[in-house]
């Protein structure tokens, strides 16, 4: 027969272990994730990089192959200031992601429009696959996320947040927008400890 102590009451959770891990514990270490996101703000620029660095290399493709001056120095030269320019036009973003209430809350701000849900219907009808409503109007909730999830730059008023956001490009909006969920919905389990890592603490004798 199973001694029942006589402290315990019916419907009663038993009483934690001495030392034991509390709720309270957990909860105060809980740290939401943080992604930092480099923008750069002169986007044309940023733009010219690939194709200068393309021309570079045809460049040193011919100097190589003709006795002549060589043309390639003018244009590492060239990329060299895009960079520079490019790197003093970045701007640092960091996103940390809301709670789940908080993100449901929001996420019910921004109801799928009616165009949206036929889109998502024509496309999965062309699939062949059964059609499911959107989770929201992206249009409306990517700002409303990156807003609500911007740490840094401190953002002074909605007004002020929202006339940035009309500056971007798409890319620049893909950016924070795509960062944003990630932050939001991503797994948190770093996974099995890098063997890399334990491989060169041993080589230096360390563990």
């Known amino acids: 027969m199973t001694t029942v102590p006589e402290t315990f009451q019916?419907?009663?959770?038993?009483?934690p272990a001495a030392g034991a891990l509390s709720l309270a514990d957990v909860?105060?270490?809980?740290?939401?994730?943080?992604?930092?996101?480099?923008?750069?703000l002169d986007a044309e620029t940023a733009s010219q990089i690939a194709d200068?660095?393309?021309?570079?290399?045809?460049?040193?493709?011919?100097?190589?192959?003709h006795n002549e001056p060589?043309?390639?120095?003018?244009?590492?030269?060239?990329?060299?200031?895009l960079e520079e320019r490019a790197e003093a036009s970045k701007a640092v973003f960091v996103l940390q992601a809301v709670t789940h209430r908080a993100y449901q809350r929001l996420r019910a701000k921004c109801p799928p429009t009616e165009?949206?849900?036929?889109?998502a219907a024509k496309l999965a009808?062309?699939?062949?696959?059964?059609?499911?409503?959107?989770?929201?109007?992206?249009d409306a909730f990517a700002p409303l996320l990156v807003r609500h999830q911007m740490l840094e730059?401190?953002?002074?008023?909605?007004?002020?947040?929202?006339?940035?956001?009309?500056?971007?490009?798409?890319?620049q909006l893909n950016q924070l927008w795509s960062t944003a969920l990630t932050v939001q919905l991503g797994v948190t389990d770093p996974g099995p400890k890098s063997e890399l890592a334990s491989e060169t603490l041993q080589s230096f004798g360390l563990s």
């Open 10 to 15: 019916p419907g009663q959770a038993p009483a």
């Open 27 to 40: 909860t105060a270490r809980i740290q939401r994730p943080r992604e930092r996101v480099p923008l750069y």
């Open 52 to 65: 200068t660095e393309e021309a570079l290399k045809r460049a040193r493709e011919y100097d190589e192959l």
């Open 70 to 81: 060589d043309t390639a120095p003018a244009i590492a030269r060239h990329l060299r200031e």
């Open 115 to 119: 165009a949206q849900i036929e889109q």
């Open 125 to 138: 009808e062309a699939r062949g696959e059964q059609a499911g409503e959107p989770a929201f109007d992206p």
């Open 153 to 171: 730059p401190v953002v002074s008023s909605d007004e002020e947040f929202e006339s940035f956001w009309e500056q971007l490009n798409d890319g």
